[in-house]
């Protein structure tokens, strides 16, 4: 697990505001939501995890640069 700087955790937070939409394309965790699967963020934690409200009821957060996603517009 890579250790993120407070100013690339400030930059994710900025980058993936509350609220923003996305879609997952591929987590590599038993417990991913499938891939498709859309959700909204709620948070990036001090750590620069993405929290996000998925639309199936998991809470599973992605982390940048190891799990694919997108942003949906």
Do not use: C
Not at 8 to 26: A, H, M, S
Not at 49 to 59: C, F, K, P, Q
């Amino acid at each position: 697990m890579k250790i993120l700087t407070k100013q690339q955790v400030r930059q994710l937070r900025d980058f993936y505001p509350e609220g923003t939409k996305v879609q997952l394309i591929r987590m590599d965790d038993p417990q991913a939501p499938p891939a498709g699967t859309r959700g909204v963020i709620t948070h990036v934690d001090d750590a620069g995890n993405i929290h996000v409200s998925w639309d199936n009821g998991s809470g599973l957060s992605l982390i940048p640069g190891e799990d694919e996603f997108k942003i949906i517009k």
